[in-house]
């Protein structure tokens, strides 16, 4: 940009400086005008004061007076030689006499005469013999006017180089007869006055330009000479014009002017290299730690701040670095501070989630054992302790639990996830070491934690996950960790290992979750029929089947009950579910009605159907829809859901009974039931779960239980259904206790519907069979 | 004897001898041309005698007096041989000449003590100037006409011209041509004559002396 500057300003400069001389050749042109203006007039003057000298004088008065032709032409000749003119003449007042010193032509007789007529001026410039003559005259007067005296000076080139000295320029006079000019005297050098005359006789409407306006002179420019003209016009002879041209070298000025120009174009360069060089070296000075300071600045936004700037120099950039540094050195302080709050729990010290994870994830990309464990553990009821001692006392509860972690496990990455919640991480050898681990956890809690003199006990439970075993990623141990820490508190266990069994939460239970309620519309949901016999009379008959919904997935296959069921659940898609099962399973049990088949068909509830209220109503309707008695639909509930409840059940239960459904207590034995509650529901039958059925030739004390619940069953006037008849042996032995029904892989496992009408084709049981009228109705 | 007797004697005797011998006093009145207010003062009025009349005057002499550094008269006649006279009443001396074919002559310089004259042989205009006051100018007719005078109030009164006939010539230096001459004829009872100039005449003007033209040791 200063280059820019710089060739602008010189630029103009240029152009100013060579305007100034040209301006200056023109004042000087113009100036010498005036001042050959002046010469002129006073060479004129001069001339004519030598001629009126001689005019006055008495001798030459007498001489010419008195005298005849020959004594006035000497007279003539004598006084001209005085004053050194070129011709001499005598005109008598009347124009009809002429003296002349040389031969006059009738041309310059005639101008002379007009002159003496007008008797006006005193002299005129006239050609003769080709040369120029600048005639003065005056009045002889003896007294009065008796003719004229002139004489002629020539106008040469001596004259011309007289006046060109005293002007300084350059003078021509120019001859234009008939528009060709022609040099009649100069001051210039031969070969420049023949360049002029051609220059001229070129365009002879120059001449007219020039001396038009005096104020433009012209230029004119050959290869020997660059110079101005101007000029003016000196007079009018008869057919001729007679001009003055004056011209000024202008060569010479500008070849100066460009000498000059170099010399400070020079100049100009020296000083921009110098300027260049000194600001570089300043620049070097100032601008490359500034520059340094500048990528430190990047690197601090960057992150980076470790590396200190180079604070060499006693000066402001030096004093700037040492407190960039500084400034450095706080911000790293500041971040480290930063990062450790957001890295650790601020009550306990403990480390925070994320960066747990963090770490976590370092330990398993670089394991230093073949197995790690993460543990999770939640304290039991503490929001309860929360909200009865107050907040306070729960914080200092949480930092006595830390301190006691970190007492314990000195070398583990320990972590405070949430309120309640810690984790820790733990590399071991192998799975031997899994089990003392949670000890250790456990004996944190064993001894009491005070409180402002309160003795608290605090329990929690355990989860733990493994690596590489149940995940290799960080948040995926986390997760199962935390999983199987749920499942221990739902089952109210100190500790539990992951299982992916308890894992309800996969991507794929979720997935399915969400895909459950459409496959119930579209039909990929199935029954599969389990037959139950009745074992009343001689023979085993077929009269009911136990309805067991399958989920015929497309991607997945086959996907049992276990699997969605607590999906269904958790979603709310179980209504919807049970409501398909119920209706399908009396859609079939009407086909088989229609075939004098009278199998009754048992549907699995669970309490969220129950509790949901409108059951009973929808069961009514289902049973509406397909005529069907309700004795031949059973519903089956497990006994721990109705024992969430079991009042409101209690009626529900009623309501349905009215419609003369039967209702079924399933997996009985495995619950919280007591008898008198047993004794309040209205229940049809028990179905006494599979564990004490399938080792009942083996067991005494599954039989034993077997036949004190069949009796106990009997007692209230509920039936028994066995489940989990494995042989025939088992078969015999619940016939010869009394039980009423038995349902087992013996007889045959949930069979889908197809495989179930061969199997009823070709099983040696009878099939409950309908009677026409029954059907009609 | 009473002056008035005198007067009459005089008188009779010059009618009587006019009468033997035929002369006459004539009066001259001369107009300029039509619409010409020139002054006439000054011109010349010439008669040459035709038949050869008897000449009753005589020659007189005349003199051009260099005054205040100008000629007086501006016009002058004089006859032929005879002599005119150039007195310098100027405390300046004067150098007179004239270059005037025939009559060119030049009186070197002269001041008031050398009284400076001249003959002029031949009849024609003399145009006299100061060699050495440029502006000094004035006019002399030389005649050989017998009898001549000089306009005043454009009358001339001559006396005693012998009855006859006669060339009447005006002059005058401002009359750019020469007048013609008229023949007039005169007897006893011609009591005057009338003549009206034929030309325009010139502005003529005597120069004036300049006005820095002063001497500090002059007696002005």
Same mark, same amino acid.
């Given at each position: 940009?200063?280059?820019?500057?710089?060739?602008?300003?010189?630029?103009?400069?240029?152009?100013?400086?060579?305007?100034?001389?040209?301006?200056?050749?023109?004042?000087?042109?113009?100036?010498?005008?005036?001042?050959?203006?002046?010469?002129?007039?006073?060479?004129?003057?001069?001339?004519?004061?030598?001629?009126?000298?001689?005019?006055?004088?008495?001798?030459?008065?007498?001489?010419?007076?008195?005298?005849?032709?020959?004594?006035? %032409?000497?007279?003539?000749?004598?006084?001209?030689?005085?004053?050194?003119?070129?011709?001499?003449?005598?005109?008598?007042?009347?124009?009809?006499?002429?003296?002349?010193?040389?031969?006059?032509?009738?041309?310059?007789?005639?101008?002379?005469?007009?002159? %003496?007529?007008?008797?006006?001026?005193?002299?005129?410039?006239?050609?003769?013999?080709?040369?120029?003559?600048?005639?003065?005259?005056?009045?002889?007067?003896?007294?009065?006017?008796?003719?004229?005296?002139?004489?002629?000076?020539?106008?040469?080139?001596?004259?011309?180089?007289?006046?060109?000295?005293?002007?300084?320029?350059?003078?021509?006079?120019?001859?234009?007869?008939?528009?060709?000019?022609?040099?009649?005297?100069?001051?210039?050098?031969?070969?420049?006055?023949?360049?002029?005359?051609?220059?001229?006789?070129?365009?002879?409407?120059?001449?007219?330009?020039?001396?038009?306006?005096?104020?433009?002179?012209?230029?004119?420019?050959?290869?020997?000479?660059?110079?101005?003209?101007?000029?003016?016009?000196?007079?009018?002879?008869?057919? *001729?014009?007679?001009?003055?041209?004056?011209?000024?070298?202008?060569?010479?000025?500008?070849?100066?002017? *460009?000498?000059?120009?170099?010399?400070?174009?020079?100049?100009?360069?020296?000083?921009?290299?110098?300027?260049?060089?000194?600001?570089?070296?300043?620049?070097?000075?100032?601008?490359?730690?500034?520059?340094?300071?500048?990528?430190?600045?990047?690197?601090?936004?960057?992150?980076?701040?470790?590396?200190?700037?180079?604070?060499?120099?006693?000066?402001?950039?030096?004093?700037?670095?040492?407190?960039?540094?500084?400034?450095?050195?706080?911000?790293?302080?500041?971040?480290?501070?930063?990062?450790?709050?957001?890295?650790?729990?601020?009550?306990?010290?403990?480390?925070?989630?994320?960066?747990?994870?963090?770490?976590?994830? *370092?330990?398993?990309?670089?394991?230093?054992?073949?197995?790690?464990?993460?543990?999770?553990?939640?304290?039991?009821?503490?929001?309860?302790?929360?909200?009865?001692?107050?907040?306070?006392?729960?914080?200092?509860?949480?930092?006595?639990?830390?301190?006691?972690?970190?007492?314990?496990?000195?070398?583990?990455?320990?972590?405070?996830?949430?309120?309640?919640?810690?984790?820790?991480?733990?590399?071991?050898?192998?799975?031997?070491?899994?089990?003392?681990?949670?000890?250790?956890?456990?004996?944190?809690?064993?001894?009491?934690?005070?409180?402002?003199?309160?003795?608290?006990?605090?329990?929690?439970?355990?989860?733990?996950?493994?690596?590489?075993?149940?995940?290799?990623?960080?948040?995926?141990?986390?997760?199962?960790?935390?999983?199987?820490?749920?499942?221990?508190?739902?089952?109210?266990?100190?500790?539990?290992?992951?299982?992916?069994?308890?894992?309800?939460?996969?991507?794929?239970?979720?997935?399915?979750?969400?895909?459950?309620?459409?496959?119930?519309?579209?039909?990929?949901?199935?029954?599969?029929?389990?037959?139950?016999?009745?074992?009343?009379?001689?023979?085993?008959?077929?009269?009911?089947?136990?309805?067991?919904?399958?989920?015929?997935?497309?991607?997945?296959?086959?996907?049992?009950?276990?699997?969605?069921?607590?999906?269904?659940?958790?979603?709310?898609?179980?209504?919807?579910?049970?409501?398909?099962?119920?209706?399908?399973?009396?859609?079939?049990?009407?086909?088989?009605?229609?075939?004098?088949?009278?199998?009754?068909?048992?549907?699995?509830?669970?309490?969220?159907?129950?509790?949901?209220?409108?059951?009973?109503?929808?069961?009514?309707?289902?049973?509406?829809?397909?005529?069907?008695?309700?004795?031949?639909?059973?519903?089956?509930?497990?006994?721990?859901?109705?024992?969430?409840?079991?009042?409101?059940?209690?009626?529900?239960?009623?309501?349905?009974?009215?419609?003369?459904?039967?209702?079924?207590?399933?997996?009985?034995?495995?619950?919280?039931?007591?008898?008198? *509650?047993?004794?309040?529901?209205?229940?049809?039958?028990?179905?006494?779960?599979?564990?004490?059925?399938?080792?009942?030739?083996?067991?005494?004390?599954?039989?034993?239980?077997?036949?004190?619940?069949?009796?106990?069953?009997?007692?209230?006037?509920?039936?028994?259904?066995?489940?989990?008849?494995?042989?025939?042996?088992?078969?015999?032995?619940?016939?010869?206790?009394?039980?009423?029904?038995?349902?087992?892989?013996?007889?045959?496992?949930?069979?889908?519907?197809?495989?179930?009408?061969?199997?009823?084709?070709?099983?040696?049981?009878?099939?409950?069979?309908?009677?026409?009228?029954?059907?009609?109705? | 004897?009473?002056?008035?007797?005198?007067?009459?004697?005089?008188?009779?005797?010059?009618?009587?001898?006019?009468?033997?011998?035929?002369?006459?006093?004539?009066?001259?009145?001369?107009?300029?041309?039509?619409?010409?207010?020139?002054?006439?003062?000054?011109?010349?009025?010439?008669?040459?005698?035709?038949?050869?009349?008897?000449?009753?005057?005589?020659?007189?002499?005349?003199?051009?007096?260099?005054?205040?550094?100008?000629?007086?008269?501006?016009?002058?006649?004089?006859?032929?041989?005879?002599?005119?006279?150039?007195?310098?009443?100027?405390?300046?001396?004067?150098?007179?000449?004239?270059?005037?074919?025939?009559?060119?002559?030049?009186?070197?310089?002269?001041?008031?003590?050398?009284?400076?004259?001249?003959?002029?042989?031949?009849?024609?205009?003399?145009?006299?100037?100061?060699?050495?006051?440029?502006?000094?100018?004035?006019?002399?007719?030389?005649?050989?006409?017998?009898?001549?005078?000089?306009?005043?109030?454009?009358?001339?009164?001559?006396?005693?011209?012998?009855?006859?006939?006669?060339?009447?010539?005006?002059?005058?230096?401002?009359?750019?041509?020469?007048?013609?001459?008229?023949?007039?004829?005169?007897?006893?009872?011609?009591?005057?004559?009338?003549?009206?100039?034929?030309?325009?005449?010139?502005?003529?003007?005597?120069?004036?002396?300049?006005?820095?033209?002063?001497?500090?040791?002059?007696?002005?």
């Amino acid at each position: 940009m200063l280059i820019v500057l710089q060739l602008a300003t010189s630029f103009i400069a240029y152009r100013a400086s060579r305007n100034n001389v040209e301006n200056t050749a023109i004042e000087n042109l113009q100036t010498g005008l005036r001042v050959f203006q002046y010469e002129f007039e006073t060479h004129k003057l001069y001339l004519k004061g030598a001629v009126e000298t001689i005019a006055s004088d008495w001798a030459f008065r007498e001489a010419v007076g008195k005298s005849n032709n020959a004594t006035a %032409v000497s007279v003539l000749n004598n006084h001209r030689r005085r004053i050194h003119a070129d011709i001499g003449l005598y005109i008598s007042a009347d124009g009809s006499m002429f003296n002349s010193t040389t031969a006059l032509t009738d041309e310059v007789k005639k101008q002379l005469r007009g002159f %003496v007529h007008r008797g006006q001026s005193s002299s005129m410039i006239m050609l003769l013999d080709n040369k120029l003559y600048q005639f003065v005259l005056s009045p002889v007067k003896a007294p009065v006017t008796l003719g004229w005296v002139a004489m002629g000076f020539t106008i040469d080139d001596v004259l011309a180089k007289k006046l060109s000295d005293t002007t300084t320029v350059g003078i021509s006079f120019i001859l234009a007869k008939n528009n060709q000019p022609i040099i009649g005297a100069s001051s210039l050098a031969v070969e420049q006055q023949q360049e002029l005359q051609v220059w001229l006789q070129q365009h002879p409407q120059r001449i007219e330009q020039i001396v038009s306006n005096n104020t433009a002179p012209h230029s004119f420019k050959t290869e020997q000479q660059n110079v101005l003209i101007s000029g003016q016009p000196l007079s009018t002879l008869e057919s *001729q014009e007679l001009y003055i041209l004056l011209q000024k070298s202008i060569r010479e000025p500008l070849q100066q002017f *460009q000498r000059w120009w170099q010399n400070l174009l020079w100049i100009f360069i020296i000083l921009l290299i110098t300027a260049g060089g000194i600001a570089a070296l300043v620049a070097r000075s100032i601008t490359t730690p500034l520059q340094r300071l500048l990528q430190a600045a990047r690197n601090i936004t960057d992150g980076h701040y470790l590396e200190p700037v180079p604070t060499e120099g006693d000066d402001e950039i030096g004093a700037l670095a040492r407190e960039f540094n500084s400034m450095q050195n706080a911000v790293a302080e500041r971040e480290k501070e930063i990062r450790f709050r957001a890295d650790h729990d601020q009550l306990t010290g403990l480390l925070s989630r994320d960066h747990f994870i963090t770490r976590l994830q *370092q330990h398993l990309d670089q394991p230093e054992k073949p197995l790690i464990a993460v543990a999770e553990f939640n304290l039991n009821r503490f929001k309860d302790i929360n909200d009865t001692l107050s907040h306070d006392i729960g914080d200092q509860l949480l930092q006595q639990i830390a301190k006691r972690l970190k007492n314990s496990f000195a070398s583990t990455t320990l972590a405070r996830l949430g309120a309640d919640q810690f984790a820790l991480c733990c590399a071991i050898d192998d799975y031997k070491q899994l089990q003392p681990l949670s000890q250790q956890i456990n004996d944190i809690f064993h001894a009491p934690f005070n409180a402002c003199g309160i003795a608290i006990t605090l329990k929690a439970a355990q989860g733990l996950a493994l690596y590489p075993d149940h995940s290799q990623q960080a948040l995926g141990l986390l997760r199962m960790a935390e999983i199987a820490m749920y499942h221990a508190k739902d089952r109210n266990l100190e500790s539990s290992i992951y299982d992916s069994q308890q894992d309800q939460h996969s991507v794929r239970q979720l997935s399915l979750m969400s895909e459950l309620p459409n496959a119930i519309r579209e039909g990929q949901m199935q029954l599969f029929y389990q037959p139950t016999l009745s074992l009343a009379g001689n023979s085993p008959k077929v009269v009911k089947v136990e309805c067991l919904t399958r989920w015929e997935h497309p991607q997945h296959g086959l996907i049992p009950p276990d699997d969605f069921i607590s999906l269904a659940e958790q979603s709310g898609a179980i209504a919807d579910l049970t409501n398909w099962a119920i209706d399908a399973a009396l859609q079939q049990c009407r086909q088989w009605r229609s075939q004098y088949r009278e199998i009754g068909v048992a549907v699995n509830i669970s309490a969220l159907d129950l509790f949901r209220g409108n059951l009973p109503k929808l069961v009514a309707e289902l049973l509406q829809k397909y005529q069907l008695p309700g004795q031949l639909l059973t519903l089956e509930i497990t006994e721990s859901e109705i024992m969430k409840d079991p009042e409101h059940a209690c009626r529900l239960l009623d309501e349905i009974r009215n419609l003369g459904v039967r209702l079924s207590i399933d997996d009985y034995g495995t619950g919280y039931s007591s008898l008198a *509650q047993m004794k309040q529901l209205p229940v049809d039958e028990l179905k006494i779960d599979k564990c004490f059925v399938m080792e009942l030739c083996h067991s005494p004390d599954d039989q034993a239980i077997v036949r004190s619940t069949i009796d106990l069953g009997h007692t209230i006037g509920l039936s028994i259904v066995a489940e989990g008849v494995e042989s025939l042996d088992i078969l015999e032995q619940l016939q010869s206790k009394g039980c009423d029904y038995a349902q087992g892989y013996y007889i045959a496992k949930p069979l889908p519907l197809d495989t179930l009408e061969q199997w009823l084709e070709n099983t040696h049981f009878e099939i409950a069979s309908a009677c026409p009228q029954a059907i009609i109705k | 004897m009473s002056k008035i007797h005198f007067t009459l004697a005089a008188y009779l005797l010059t009618l009587a001898s006019s009468a033997l011998s035929g002369t006459t006093d004539i009066e001259f009145l001369i107009s300029g041309k039509d619409g010409d207010q020139s002054d006439l003062t000054g011109m010349v009025v010439t008669l040459q005698p035709l038949d050869g009349q008897k000449i009753h005057t005589q020659p007189q002499a005349t003199e051009i007096k260099q005054q205040q550094r100008q000629f007086r008269p501006f016009i002058q006649v004089a006859q032929s041989q005879q002599t005119v006279e150039f007195p310098n009443a100027d405390p300046v001396a004067h150098h007179v000449y004239s270059f005037s074919q025939p009559n060119s002559f030049e009186l070197p310089l002269h001041n008031k003590n050398n009284l400076a004259k001249h003959t002029f042989s031949q009849p024609g205009v003399v145009v006299l100037g100061c060699n050495i006051h440029d502006w000094m100018l004035s006019y002399l007719l030389v005649t050989d006409a017998p009898y001549f005078g000089q306009i005043e109030n454009n009358r001339l009164q001559l006396n005693n011209i012998s009855t006859g006939r006669y060339q009447l010539s005006l002059w005058h230096p401002a009359m750019p041509k020469k007048e013609p001459s008229k023949v007039i004829k005169l007897d006893t009872e011609t009591q005057a004559v009338k003549v009206q100039l034929q030309q325009q005449l010139s502005p003529i003007v005597q120069p004036a002396v300049p006005d820095d033209d002063f001497d500090e040791a002059g007696d002005y």
